[in-house]
């Protein structure tokens, strides 16, 4: 529901924030009509309560709400996310694939929307694929993908995130790196952790206390259409015709070919 459109909804869902903040209600998690001001409202109802926005790199004492966006398909959605959040001043860390296949971070378009996304207050971060590496060389693999990215996009690395982690088990704990990762004990277990990973929740609700990861993706805030499956159609049909103008531009006899 876009709250701009239904002003008195979101004055119930404030409303029903500030209760469960004085009775220590947990937060429902919104279950349709994902959008920006849905994201951004959320943001604004967990951080009521005491809880400020923190930093992976961040040691400081009490309890924070760290905001992780793993950017997995699509960089201009992780633009107009990281745009409109600032907008918020809710401010995140992004997760970029280095060695991903569904963007190229060595295209000059790619580096100025990193480096932007960078200039809007947010921090960058790199997103590891585990199962590239053995579990003996990765610790080399992501520092070497740290220095990597680095160089490219000259920015600098604040930390790092695991790509689809429960298909490739790491001992997390046991890596030698120079910044913190989104897996480490203190980040994941020994605080609450919540995703919308596949466009879906891991749970109901969100703590109105304690420290919290919360890890969404831009794919599902930023897209168009009213639900994830409309959000991802809208990417591949987008994709299909970056792809076939790319196409048009190599073969003089495209036309000709796919008649």
């Known amino acids: 529901m876009d709250h701009t459109e239904f002003p008195l909804a979101g004055h119930v869902l404030s409303l029903w924030a500030r209760v469960g903040q004085t009775l220590g209600v947990p937060i429902p998690v919104p279950e349709s009509a994902w959008s ?7 943001v604004d109802r ?3 309560t005491n809880r400020p926005l923190g930093w992976f790199s961040d040691t400081s004492e009490g309890d924070h709400l760290l905001l992780r966006h793993d950017v997995d398909l699509d960089l201009d959605l992780a633009l107009s996310h990281a745009r409109a959040v600032e907008r918020r001043s809710h401010f995140a860390t992004y997760f970029f694939l280095l060695r991903g296949t569904t963007y190229n971070l060595l295209e000059d378009r790619s580096v100025a929307v990193v480096r932007e996304i960078a200039a809007c207050g947010h921090r960058v971060g790199i997103h590891v694929d585990a199962s590239l590496y053995s579990p003996s060389e990765l610790s080399a693999g992501v520092r070497t993908e740290i220095s990597t990215f680095e160089q490219i996009v000259d920015v600098p690395v604040d930390s790092v995130s695991f790509h689809r982690p429960a298909t490739h088990p790491v001992d997390y704990d046991a890596l030698d790196l120079p910044v913190p990762h989104a ?5 994941f277990d020994d605080i609450a952790y919540v995703s919308d990973s596949r466009g879906r929740w891991n749970a109901r609700e969100l703590p109105d206390s304690g420290s919290l990861q919360l890890l969404t993706h831009p794919i599902w805030w930023a897209g168009d259409g009213p639900t994830s499956g409309d959000r991802l159609r809208s990417l591949l049909n987008r994709r299909e015709t970056s792809f076939r103008n790319a196409a048009q531009g190599y073969l003089s006899n495209f036309d000709e070919l796919t008649g």
């Open 36 to 42: 920006l001001d849905t994201y951004c409202d959320l």
């Open 183 to 187: 897996y480490e004990r203190r980040f």
């Open 46 to 48: 967990l951080t009521t």
